[in-house]
């Protein structure tokens, strides 16, 4: 016996009162890359290229510049098999809100899914399923008992001796009268119900589903033409983080920009998520080194780029020796 799932509403959201003013917001520096780092990264980037010439970093004058929880419930009415035992119905104790019901995230900032049993939601009741009886009609041969043998012998000559008059007696090898007993049922006609597994009662209850999401929202203040995807994709360095049940905004970073931003997104979340309570609220901000480097190879002026902790290199431009299909000589 199952019942429709029913999506509960939340509680009304209740910021916690921010009487005093935040702590002092620190905020870390990160170091330049130096000309060593620059060319070391860009060797070893050409190296695992082909098409990219290993000579090239070498040969060139390189000038480098320097350049940021929640959870929604559900109730559904599930059933088991009651082969006897304890019920933990309401006569035990007032049925809890399903947002009383505690549950407690596994991980935090993680997706995932809990369900719980509603305590004190149990209740036994006669299976609908078979009508208390238990069982049911076999799903197989539909109470029959019996199944269409497979091998057509027995009927075709038996219609053979109707069409010539004659009185010979075929019989099927496997069958009689064309039919063999359900395996199934064991030519019982009937099958354990699927319900109560012939216990002829069920334990019906109220199960709770938590979803806990992760919302991200991001802001990337970039001075480069470097890719933004490129740049969420590498580590970097953590300058400033706030994990509270209410995070504050940052009004206090050298940059105006990523102070107006973040005011934007922490405003937003605050009522972005109607639907859903507010577990938890985390704020970070990375800095992911980003080093524009200008080269002049031959007559030709471009750039590349060298991003994250792990010095990955993006070069579109970077002088080529060879084309696909050919091999550096």
Not at 282 to 292: D, H, M, N, S, Y
Request: charged share 25%; aromatic share 8%; hydrophobic share 30%.
């Amino acid at each position: 016996m199952e019942g429709k799932e029913v999506a509960l509403t939340s509680p009304l959201y209740s910021p916690h009162p921010q009487t005093v003013d935040p702590e002092l917001m620190n905020f870390k520096v990160i170091d330049d890359l130096d000309e060593a780092a620059c060319r070391q990264a860009l060797l070893e980037h050409a190296a695992e290229s082909c098409c990219y010439n290993p000579n090239a970093a070498k040969e060139m004058d390189i000038i480098h510049q320097n350049k940021t929880f929640t959870e929604t419930r559900k109730t559904e009415c599930k059933s088991k098999p009651y082969p006897g035992g304890r019920v933990d119905g309401p006569e035990n104790s007032s049925l809890p809100s399903p947002w009383d019901v505690f549950c407690d995230a596994d991980k935090m900032f993680h997706n995932h899914i809990k369900k719980i049993k509603v305590p004190h939601t149990e209740s036994v009741q006669p299976c609908n399923g078979c009508m208390a009886f238990g069982d049911i009609p076999c799903s197989e041969c539909h109470g029959s008992g019996q199944k269409n043998c497979t091998c057509s012998m027995w009927r075709h000559n038996r219609e053979s001796d109707r069409l010539l008059g004659t009185n010979i007696n075929h019989t099927c090898p496997w069958c009689e009268d064309g039919f063999l007993k359900c395996d199934k049922c064991s030519g019982h006609g009937r099958e354990s119900c699927t319900e109560c597994k012939g216990c002829r009662k069920v334990k019906t209850y109220i199960e709770l589903t938590v979803k806990f999401t992760n919302h991200l929202s991001d802001y990337v203040f970039q001075q480069s033409a470097l890719p933004d995807d490129l740049v969420k994709n590498v580590s970097g360095m953590l300058m400033f983080e706030e994990d509270l049940d209410q995070v504050y905004p940052l009004t206090a970073y050298p940059i105006p920009e990523i102070n107006n931003n973040s005011i934007r997104i922490v405003n937003e979340h605050k009522n972005a998520f109607p639907t859903e309570r507010i577990f938890r609220q985390r704020q970070r901000l990375l800095a992911i080194p980003v080093t524009e480097v200008h080269f002049t190879w031959k007559d030709t002026r471009s750039c590349y780029w060298i991003y994250g902790m792990e010095q990955k290199v993006y070069a579109p431009d970077f002088p080529k020796q060879c084309y696909c299909g050919c091999v550096i000589l």
